[in-house]
């Protein structure tokens, strides 16, 4: 009876154990698939040999080359431009998005006013239509004001609508107690101290989280930039600019330079993310899912 | 059909049963959304009718201050005290004015023709030689009435509200209430009315960048504003529905192609906006399963090796790949060199190819993300639950089928329809990986991958087909709104809360 027991546990330890195995080498084949593009975009960033594509994955000759001509060669490119472009706009866009986030949150989630809910839901219908499709109209109202073409222009078209993105923080602000407003309001608080003092402090997470989403959105985005940019390249953010390092009369002598601005992209951004990734997760998770 | 009948049902039966039941209840869905629709209009209404007692309760019991007010806006105000707020509604009055008969007015009442001459050869006398002059410009006379139009309601309920508040100082004043001066005025504004304070500027940003270009755009459906029609040297038209029917009937010259092109856009943007949804939903939550496993060590390395590919900026994921897949790419390049084929593979540039090769593309990026969501959620789940699962002797997979799946569909289901509805519109990975090739003979303007947001994008960016495009963006609309509706009804006329409680 013993014996049989311990033969049991043995055998479902076998078990346990191959069990275990598979998992490792499931998690090492996935591993490889993710890491390895990003690895050859590193490879390719420090490639001697001109030329789009080779037919090896490792160089054969390294060299920091790449990177030292996206910003001493800018007779076609101006990579630093574009740079400076992305990073001007993703701080403008980051503080006034923010703040019209937070701003509508609190007015919709803390306060009771006529006209709330049905506002809500304007709000939400109007979030079905494509983003791109107001963009013709938008395009022409600027051009009569003379925006296009300038990062004014674009930070403005990027921030105009955030008010919709309302959604996530609301939903963090509704789980903080009305108690607290109602205390403070006793001890002679107005709303503006309440949101300042007592809401904000307590909504660390989802404020990092806007900052961050609104600081990220602008490195990514191409739909609007490229319109609202057309034919003028020293206002193109990189998402624009690099791909059109890869427009097919370019990429055979800027594809190892777009590796090496790809490179200079990420590793920024990437480094930021995963600096501050738990309040990414808290934040999706707590806006987007019930639970 | 009670619970225990339900219960008694085997699992094919149950499921047609529910799927009946889904479309069962597709009227009711329909019904309330109408019925709904029509609570608001009587809402309104009621609103209406409420306007016209305030004003007529001004003419009636006004004495002249408030009678005053219905020519000078805020004359009420100015002279109870309330002079900031007088002064404002006054300047409103005055720059509303102005707008209209300098500006607004030649707009307005050119919308009916949108124009009637564009553009005509002149002989200039002093130069001696023939100038084009510009005369009506039909896009910004659209623009600009639509402006104005906006204006003129908004001046109504200014000149409303300024009646409104009047009627109520003056019953203040009759019945010997100290009125409220401006400085009460300001500290209204940062407690009781903060909520105006904190909205203003974010709602005049919606409002201007979102309500009134969609108001254009809609209108713009209803015109042919395209490249032959494109001023200011050509005028557009009024055509009514005609675009409608080109593109979903198929009538006239060009139908036929676009209402094909319609179609096969249509059903690739649903099948992708699936398969882009559910095939990262169910692979990502197994990989979070996988390393959240009993026995699997270095938890934190494998997580962080996948969040890594989330934290770089998606365009250049998107680039690289359709760089490694392309016909001379890195890829096919490795396995010719391996001797594994001879000839490429066209990831690329198949349309059935293309189509499989960003469907997985998009695996490959969205799994990470996935992860990243549902690691902490899986974790959530009663640890018990599957402890007497095991106990009753369920396989891992039956676990996972009515365990794990269940709870996950039934905490995240709003996430599932943004990212459902957000597939619909998921621009950069189909733009960034094929720009919507390959492109094909049949169809009108776009490739073979191309999205409904992408031929949208086309069609405006390369074709300048402005009045098709507002189209496709309205039928885009309509279909994100029927899914929300259904599904939102639908997980509200599930939702069961104490099931997992």
Not at chain 1, 113 to 137: C, H, Y
Not at chain 1, 164 to 173: E, H, N, Q, T
Not at chain 2, 395 to 408: D, E, G
Not at chain 2, 463 to 489: C, D, M, P
């Amino acid at each position: 009876m013993e014996a049989n027991k311990t033969k049991k546990l043995r055998s479902k330890r076998r078990v346990e154990r191959t069990s275990n195995a598979v998992g490792y080498v499931i998690l090492t084949v996935i591993s490889i698939i993710w890491i390895i593009p990003y690895f050859y975009l590193i490879l390719q960033s420090f490639r001697g040999e001109p030329g789009a594509y080779t037919t090896y994955l490792i160089p054969k000759e390294f060299t920091v080359d790449n990177y030292v001509k996206l910003f001493t060669d800018k007779s076609l490119f101006n990579f630093p431009r574009w740079y400076a472009n992305t990073f001007i706009t993703a701080l403008f866009v980051c503080v006034i998005q923010t703040v019209i986030v937070l701003a509508t949150s609190f007015a919709l989630s803390r306060m009771r006013f006529r006209g709330r809910k049905g506002l809500m839901n304007l709000l939400l219908v109007l979030g079905m239509f494509p983003g791109f499709m107001s963009m013709t109209a938008v395009y022409f109202v600027l051009k009569e004001i003379g925006l296009t073409q300038s990062l004014v222009g674009l930070i403005l078209v990027y921030v105009a609508s955030s008010a919709m993105g309302y959604y996530i923080s609301k939903g963090f602000f509704d789980t903080i107690p009305k108690s607290l407003d109602e205390a403070a309001k006793i001890d002679g608080a107005s709303q503006h101290t309440i949101f300042f003092k007592i809401i904000l402090p307590l909504a660390k997470p989802i404020v990092v989280y806007t900052v961050l989403t609104a600081f990220l959105a602008p490195w990514g985005e191409y739909m609007f930039s490229s319109l609202l940019m057309f034919g003028d390249q020293t206002k193109f953010n990189v998402a624009n600019g690099l791909r059109q390092m890869l427009q097919r009369e370019n990429i055979a002598q800027y594809f190892t330079r777009f590796c090496a601005g790809a490179v200079l992209v990420s590793v920024p951004i990437a480094a930021l993310f995963i600096w501050l990734q738990k309040y990414y997760v808290e934040g999706v998770t707590g806006g987007a899912v019930k639970g | 059909m009670v619970d225990l009948e339900y219960l008694k049902k085997n699992p094919i039966q149950k499921f047609f049963y529910r799927f009946g039941n889904f479309f069962r209840g597709l009227p009711k869905a329909f019904a309330n959304f109408f019925k709904m629709i029509w609570r608001g209009i009587c809402a309104f209404a009621m609103r209406i009718a409420s306007v016209f007692q305030e004003v007529y309760r001004a003419a009636k019991y006004g004495d002249w201050k408030t009678r005053m007010s219905f020519v000078v806006m805020g004359f009420g105000h100015i002279t109870r005290k309330q002079v900031l707020r007088g002064f404002v509604y006054l300047l409103f009055e005055v720059i509303f004015i102005l707008y209209l008969t300098l500006f607004g007015w030649k707009y307005l009442v050119k919308m009916g023709s949108l124009g009637d001459v564009a553009m005509a050869e002149e002989f200039n006398e002093e130069l001696g030689i023939f100038e084009y002059i510009y005369y009506d410009n039909s896009m910004l006379i659209l623009l600009y009435s639509v402006l104005t139009i906006f204006f003129i309601c908004a001046f109504v309920y200014m000149w409303y509200q300024n009646l409104r508040t009047c009627n109520v100082l003056q019953e203040m004043e009759e019945i010997g209430k100290t009125l409220p001066n401006t400085k009460d005025a300001v500290r209204s504004m940062i407690n009781e009315q903060y909520y105006k304070t904190l909205l203003a500027v974010p709602m005049l940003g919606i409002l201007v960048f979102t309500i009134i270009p969609i108001v254009f755009m809609m209108l713009i459906a209803f015109t042919n504003y395209d490249q032959v029609h494109m001023p200011p040297s050509k005028l557009f038209d009024w055509v009514g529905t005609e675009n409608f029917e080109t593109i979903l009937g198929g009538s006239g010259v060009t139908g036929p192609a676009f209402a094909y092109t319609f179609r096969e856009v249509l059903i690739w943007t649903l099948l992708w906006a699936f398969f882009a949804t559910f095939t990262n939903y169910i692979l990502g939550m197994l990989v979070a399963l996988l390393i959240n496993k009993k026995g699997i060590r270095f938890k934190k390395m494998w997580r962080t090796i996948l969040i890594f590919s989330v934290a770089v900026p998606q365009f250049v994921s998107l680039l690289l790949m359709s760089q490694m897949l392309a016909g001379e790419g890195i890829v096919n390049n490795l396995l010719k060199s391996w001797g594994w084929i001879e000839e490429s593979i066209p990831f690329l540039t198949d349309g059935v190819a293309a189509k499989i090769t960003v469907i997985v593309v998009n695996i490959w990026i969205g799994i990470p993300f996935t992860v990243l969501i549902t690691t902490g959620i899986l974790m959530n789940i009663p640890a018990d639950l599957y402890e007497s699962a095991k106990i009753d002797g369920a396989s891992p997979l039956r676990m996972y089928m009515k365990i794990t799946l269940p709870y996950m569909w039934f905490v995240t289901t709003p996430y599932l329809i943004n990212t459902f509805v957000g597939n619909i519109n998921n621009f950069n990975v189909i733009f960034l990986l094929t720009g919507g090739n390959p492109l094909s003979l049949d169809l009108q303007n776009a490739g073979q991958t191309d999205l409904l947001i992408t031929w949208l994008y086309k069609l405006t960016y390369n074709e300048q087909n402005y009045s098709f495009a507002a189209v496709i963006g309205i039928i885009t609309f309509v279909i994100i709104a029927a899914i929300s509706l259904i599904f939102y009804n639908k997980s509200k006329a599930v939702k069961n809360e104490e099931e997992f409680m």
